[in-house]
């Protein structure tokens, strides 16, 4: 079955650490997505990417950082300048925007 | 700009009674409108959707009408069970921009 895969469902951080979250697509899908959610506020996006080797910056980019190497694969690197990283972090891919999204089923990211 | 309003919760029924959960929106043109849900500790997942005026969206149960003149989208479902029990996301796209605007989320428990 075609889906996104976010892995790991659980992550901690150490202060001052990088940490990788990967988001693989099997959808044959040009698009890609990260989301950050905080209790209360929805969701905000961070990156984008609408095709392999480019990124946008969304809303909230400050601290993070993304690549698109391949078009299945969209990790986001949580950096240390990101002062409040802990949320629920959501990948999500389209064929087209008007479409819809198809959502990971996310990683939550705690901080320790 | 675009924006997304949806009713605050939380919002407590018991099984088998009417839903409506309250989406109006903001945008020039004729966006695309869309619910999602979101269970406890998971992604967000496709509800339905509509693209042009309207249009109803359903699935599982659920009803959403976009009317383009009350530039509405409220969901509606005759008769909840207790697996309702989630968070609902109303949301717009655009046909051109890169933006994809979400509602804050209304939280439904369904009491048995």
């Known amino acids: 079955d075609g889906g996104i895969t976010q892995s790991p469902k659980y992550l901690f951080r150490k202060e001052g650490q990088n940490v990788t979250l990967s988001c693989e697509q099997n959808?044959?899908?040009?698009?890609m997505y990260w989301y950050r959610q905080d209790p209360g506020q929805g969701l905000r996006l961070i990156y984008y990417s609408q095709i392999v080797n480019d990124f946008q910056k969304g809303d909230i980019a400050e601290g993070y950082s993304v690549s698109r190497e391949k078009k299945e694969s969209f990790p986001l690197t949580v950096t240390s300048a990101q002062k409040n990283p802990t949320a629920f972090y959501l990948c999500?891919?389209?064929?087209?925007?008007?479409?819809?999204?198809?959502f990971g089923s996310g990683t939550r990211l705690t901080v320790v | 700009g675009d924006s997304v309003t949806q009713m605050e919760g939380p919002v407590t029924l018991s099984e088998e009674a009417f839903l409506t959960i309250n989406c109006t929106y903001t945008a020039t043109g004729y966006p695309s409108l869309f619910w999602y849900v979101q269970y406890p500790g998971e992604g967000l997942q496709l509800l339905l959707k509509?693209?042009?005026?309207?249009d109803k969206g359903s699935n599982k149960g659920f009803e959403a009408t976009y009317r383009k003149e009350t530039t509405s989208f409220h969901l509606e479902k005759g008769s909840v069970q207790v697996s309702d029990s989630a968070v609902y996301f109303c949301?717009?796209?655009?046909?051109?921009?890169?933006?994809?605007?979400f509602g804050t989320g209304t939280s439904l428990t369904v009491i048995p």
């Open positions: 999500a891919s389209s064929p087209r925007r008007w479409e819809g999204y198809t």
């Open positions: 509509a693209t042009k005026a309207d």
């Open positions: 959808l044959n899908h040009d698009a």
């Open positions: 949301a717009l796209t655009q046909t051109t921009g890169n933006q994809f605007y």
